[in-house]
Every structure is written in C-alpha cells, then in structure tokens.
C-alpha cells in the first residue's frame, strides 16, 4: 500500500464543483488502497483577496508585528478550503477531518510571510491514515516559537507538500495543478508550449527560481534534499503529468530544456558615478542590509577612470525601498542620476546541456535583435542564460525563443493562447 501525499492548488478547489471533483479523485485513490494524505490550497484568489484586505486594514510598514496578523488573515483561505474538502470526502463515505498547520503542527522559522518550514511531527497525522481518516492539511501554513501561525510565502502549499511528504516518509508527492504537468515555457503564454514527461530537479529548481510558478522553488529544493518523489499533474483530467527527477535519471541532457519569465522584476541604473575602489559596495550594502535582493548587475565606465553607470535588477515589490536607500545615500556614493524602471521583464533559458554545449547565448541575441527587441542586462549561471527586456515584449520573445530553441510542439496543447 502507497502511502501518497495529494496537494490540490487554488484552481484544483475553486468553487463546490472542483471540490467535488478533488474529493471523487481522493475517493478513487482511497478505494484502490492508497494511503493518502491531502494538502490543500486557498480557492482561486482567495489569498489575494485576504492579502488586499490586509493592505487596506494596515499601515504597510511591514513592522514584526504587523506581518504576524498579516499571516493570521491570509491563512484564513486555506482554513476553509480544507474544511469543506473534508465535509465533501465525508458525503462521499470516505472518512476524512481537516487540520490547520498548527494543529498538525508545522513548526515554523523565519521572518512572518516567507517563514520556513523547521519540523513536521508526522504522528497525529499518521495515526489518522492509520485510522482510516483521511488527513487534509491547509498548506502554506504552520506555527512558530511563539505559537503565532506563520505563512511560507505565495505558492507555499508546494512546500506544505513536499515537507509533509517527507516528514511522513511518503512513496510520492502528487501536485495536481491547472495545467497537465511542467512544460518548455508557460503554456499560457505560449500556445506550442511542450509537456516534459521528466524534468531533472536541478532544471526544474531553476526554472522556477526564475519565474515558473508551477511549483514554489522551495518545494523543488525540499524535494531534492529529502528524495522525495515528485509529479506535478491536472487535477482535470488522467493524463499523466511530470516526473521530477535526479539529474542521472535524464540519458540525453537537452541543451535548453525549458524557458522561464518572471514579472516581479525592476531596474535601477546610478548613473555617473565615480569610477573608483569602493562605489559598487557604497551602492549595494545599503540594499544588501536592508534584505533587498540584488540579481542581475552591470556596471559600464563611459571614460575609463572616471565615471560609471550601474544597472542592476530588483524584485519590483522591494523598488521603491531601493530607491528611497539609494536617493539617502547619494552623497556616500556620489552619483549624479538615478533611474528607476518597473516596465521589465526578465526571460531565462534553463538546460543542463548548457554546461557542455554553446551557442545558447549567441541565438538568445540573435533572436532577439531579428525581432528588434533591445537586451538591457545578462546574467548567465551554469545551466541558465537571462537577460532583461521591456516588459512589453515578452510574449513576441518567448514565443520567438521557444521556436529557436527548438522547443515548440507541433500541436498546442491548449488550442492556442
Ligand atoms: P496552483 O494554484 O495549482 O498552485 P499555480 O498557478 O501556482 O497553480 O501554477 C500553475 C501555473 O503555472 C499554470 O497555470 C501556468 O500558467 C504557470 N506556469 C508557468 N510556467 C510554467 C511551466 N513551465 N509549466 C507549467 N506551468 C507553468
Ligand atoms: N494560497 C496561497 C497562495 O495563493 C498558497 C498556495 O496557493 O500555494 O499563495
Ligand atoms: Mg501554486
């Protein structure tokens, strides 16, 4: 008997409807002598509806005590979500009970709003599978050293999972999500998007570090490090989905294997500042001390020695932070401009091939200058190639990557965009 981990997201638990569909496919799983547990999400856009009321309700400083009630209303969502699974599993005759994170309880660590996950206690759960009740357990949620409920972060039900999974030592780890599985680019955007049968961990940990919601990055890493086995797959129909799995498991390493984009992205540039030993750290320990990420950089002299330009990408919810810390240390650094840009976006490509083969950057400019579409900053890592551009652009980029990388399907999966 397998003892399986179901997480149902947002949409997968939309309305009464998609409950009932959850709860006939739990059913299924049951009678066929599966051991089950079940994370579920908030229904579709309840979170950013609890998130708004926050916003509203508070003074947004982002205080300790703040992001406490903070995590206290948007856990909400999940709270009901289970519950009515539960009542729904109950009318179809499969035994079942709803448990809060606290309950369980997940033991948290970390700021509020992005906290950790530190321990599962695996025992009341598995007494209930053991008991013959199914467990449905809100995600995105636990309890930390104070006993204040803590939530993991947007997309953390993922995590919820995962961690449970391996907390209870479970044979695998079904995310059933919207779409059939982890495809070449979001087929939302991309209607010749490609379903992966397999995507390795390392892959799958980039691309959504970069951007692919599908799963939160921080499930792919959990997974990784405890060995679960993991498959993301609809929630609305039977076809099989995608196996994440160990990089040795994949025979033939695709060059690219996926593209990634993320939207959460802004530009700074600080402009003419002296060219000397130091600046670069006056600009960014300010940042760095407040928490504020600083990925993508490039710094250009425009006369050697003298002055220089600094351009660099931060998460578009931390810009005006990042302008304020700049704009009070403009004397410190000494620059003469800074300029600020919310309108970008950044594009990835991911492919383990990427370590042994070239060329992936040389048709990533290539496309884009056919296409007219200016490339403002580049990073690159191992297996992943990114580059900055007008937010504007990037259904026409992707759409035009994804085919010169060889990645399009011949038929769209979604019946086009
Ligand atoms: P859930 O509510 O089930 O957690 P999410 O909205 O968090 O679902 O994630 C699923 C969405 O991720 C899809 O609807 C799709 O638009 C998006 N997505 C982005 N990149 C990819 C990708 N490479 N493969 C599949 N889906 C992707
Ligand atoms: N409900 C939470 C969110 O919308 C967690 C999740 O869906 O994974 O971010
Ligand atoms: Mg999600």
Not at 58 to 72: L, R
Not at 105 to 126: E, K
Not at 292 to 303: F, H, Y
């Amino acid at each position: 008997m397998a003892l399986v981990v179901k997480k149902f997201g947002g949409t997968s638990v939309a309305d009464l409807e998609r409950i009932a569909a959850v709860a006939e496919r739990v059913k299924r799983s049951v009678d066929a002598g599966d051991r089950v547990a079940v994370v579920a999400s908030a229904m579709a856009g309840e979170t950013d509806r609890l998130v708004g009321l926050c916003r509203a309700a508070a003074a947004g400083d982002g205080d300790p005590a703040e992001m406490c009630e903070y995590d206290s209303v948007v856990a909400a969502g999940e709270q009901i979500s289970t519950g009515l699974l539960a009542l729904t599993l109950q009318r179809l005759g499969v035994p079942a009970r709803s448990w809060t994170g606290w309950q369980v309880p997940v033991r948290t660590l970390g700021h509020h709003g992005s906290a950790r996950v530190d321990t599962i206690d695996p025992a009341a759960l598995l007494a209930s599978i053991d008991a013959g009740v199914v467990p449905v357990v809100a995600g995105f949620q636990g309890v930390d050293a104070n006993g204040r409920i803590a939530t993991l972060g947007r997309g953390g039900s993922d995590t919820s999972a995962v961690a449970l999974a391996a907390a209870l030592g479970a044979d695998r780890c079904d995310i059933y999500t919207d779409v059939d599985g982890v495809f070449t680019t979001d087929p939302r955007i991309v209607a010749k998007a490609r379903k992966l049968d397999r995507i390795s961990f390392e892959e799958m940990l980039e691309m959504a570090s970069q951007g692919a919601k599908v799963l939160q990055t921080r499930s792919v890493a959990m997974a990784m490090q405890h060995g679960v086995r993991l498959q993301v797959l609809s929630s609305f129909n039977d076809r099989p989905g995608t196996l994440v799995v160990p990089e040795g498991d994949i025979m033939e390493q695709e060059v690219v294997s996926g593209l990634a984009y993320s939207l959460n992205e802004s530009r700074i540039s600080v402009m003419h500042a002296p060219d000397r030993p130091g600046v670069v750290a006056a600009i960014f320990s300010p940042l760095s001390q407040a928490g504020i990420n600083v990925d993508m950089i490039v710094q250009t002299s425009a006369k050697v020695g003298e002055v220089a330009n600094v351009t660099f990408t931060v998460p578009e919810t931390d810009l005006d932070r990042a302008v304020s810390l700049l704009e009070a240390a403009r004397d410190e650094i000494g620059y003469k401009d800074l300029i600020a840009d919310r309108g970008v976006v950044k594009i990835s490509a991911i492919g383990l091939g990427m370590k042994s083969h070239s060329g992936v950057a040389e048709t990533m400019f290539k496309t884009l200058s056919e296409r007219a579409i200016n490339v403002d900053v580049i990073s690159t890592s191992e297996i992943k190639l990114s580059v900055l551009i007008k937010a504007d652009y990037l259904e026409l980029a992707l759409r035009a990557l994804h085919a010169a990388y060889g990645l399009d399907a011949k038929e769209e999966p979604y019946g086009g965009s």
